[in-house]
C-alpha cells in the first residue's frame, strides 16, 4: 500500500540554524500538506501546497518557513532561522485533491521529530 | 473559526470491554468530521469519516462512530476493544466547501490492559 514517507525521523539542531524536512507525498496525490504537533499540544496545520503553489497558510507560518516541490517526487519544509519554540514533531500529508471542499482523506507520514537547542 | 475539544486526554480500560472516545467540536459552519489513529512511531491513519447521510459510520478495525449536529459531537466507539488498539485517537474536522485544513483535538490516549 502506498504510503507517506518523511526523512529524517529525528532532527536535532542549534537555534539559527536552517533544517529541512523532507517528505515523499503517494505519487498520484496532487495536494500537499504540513502540519506540527508540539508536545503536548493540538497537532496545528501549517500550509497546503497545490500545483506548485500554496494554496493556503496558517498564521504560524510566517517568513522564516518556506515549502517547495523541487522535482517530480519530494515536498520539503525549510525553516531558514530555527528557533526554541519550532520544537515540535512535523508531520506531513497528502490527499488525492480531485474531490476539494475539505472532504479529502489526508494520508499522513510519521513525522520528523526536531528539537532545537 | 472551528474548534475541537476532546474532553479525556487518556482512557485506560481491560481487553474486550467496550470503549467511547468523545469529541465535540465548535463550527459556525456546516463541517466534515474524521478520527485519526497514530500507532507508536506511525503516522496519523484514517479510522473514519462523516461527509454526509447516516450519522452512523463505520471505520476499519471495528470502530463506528455518530456524528450528532444538535450535540455537536462526534464520539467514537468500539464494542469490544484489543490490546493492538492501544494507541492515540484524534478528532479532526475540515469546513464543507472551504479550505482542506484539518482543525484537531489534543487527542485520547487509549490504553487497552490485559
Known amino acids: 500500500e502506498p504510503e507517506v514517507t518523511q526523512t529524517p525521523s529525528h532532527q536535532v539542531t542549534q537555534m539559527g540554524q536552517e533544517v529541512i524536512l523532507r517528505c515523499v507525498p503517494i505519487?498520484?496525490?496532487?495536494?500537499f500538506y504540513w502540519y506540527r504537533q508540539i508536545l503536548g499540544q493540538k497537532v496545528e496545520f501549517l500550509v497546503s501546497?497545490?500545483?506548485?503553489?500554496?494554496?493556503?497558510k496558517s498564521e504560524i507560518f510566517d517568513d522564516q518557513f518556506s515549502v517547495e516541490r523541487p522535482d517530480g517526487s519530494n515536498f520539503t519544509l525549510k525553516i531558514r532561522s530555527t528557533k526554541l519554540e519550532d520544537s515540535a514533531m512535523y508531520f506531513c500529508?497528502?490527499?488525492?485533491?480531485?474531490?476539494?471542499?475539505?472532504?479529502?482523506?489526508?494520508?499522513f507520514g510519521p513525522g520528523t521529530r526536531l528539537l532545537v537547542l | 473559526a472551528q474548534s475541537v475539544t476532546q474532553l479525556d486526554s487518556q482512557v485506560p480500560v481491560f481487553e474486550e470491554a467496550p470503549v467511547e472516545l468523545r469529541c465535540n467540536y465548535s463550527?459556525?459552519?456546516?463541517?466534515?468530521l474524521f478520527w485519526y489513529v497514530q500507532y507508536p512511531n506511525q503516522g496519523l491513519q484514517l479510522l473514519l469519516k462523516?461527509?454526509?447521510?447516516?450519522?452512523l459510520v463505520k471505520g476499519i478495525n471495528g470502530f463506528e462512530a455518530e456524528f450528532n449536529k444538535s450535540q455537536t459531537s462526534f464520539h467514537l466507539r468500539k464494542p469490544s476493544v484489543h490490546i493492538s488498539d492501544t494507541a492515540e485517537y484524534f478528532c479532526?474536522?475540515?469546513?464543507?466547501?472551504?479550505?482542506?485544513?484539518?482543525?484537531f483535538g489534543k487527542g485520547t490516549k487509549l490504553t487497552v490492559n490485559p
Open positions: 500529508a497528502s490527499s488525492l485533491g480531485l474531490a476539494g471542499g475539505g472532504q479529502e482523506t489526508q494520508y
Open positions: 505519487s498520484n496525490h496532487l495536494y
Open positions: 501546497f497545490y500545483n506548485n503553489e500554496i494554496s493556503e
Open positions: 463550527s459556525s459552519v456546516s463541517v466534515y
Open positions: 462523516y461527509l454526509s447521510g447516516s450519522t
Open positions: 479532526a474536522v475540515t469546513t464543507q466547501g472551504g479550505s482542506e485544513k484539518l482543525v
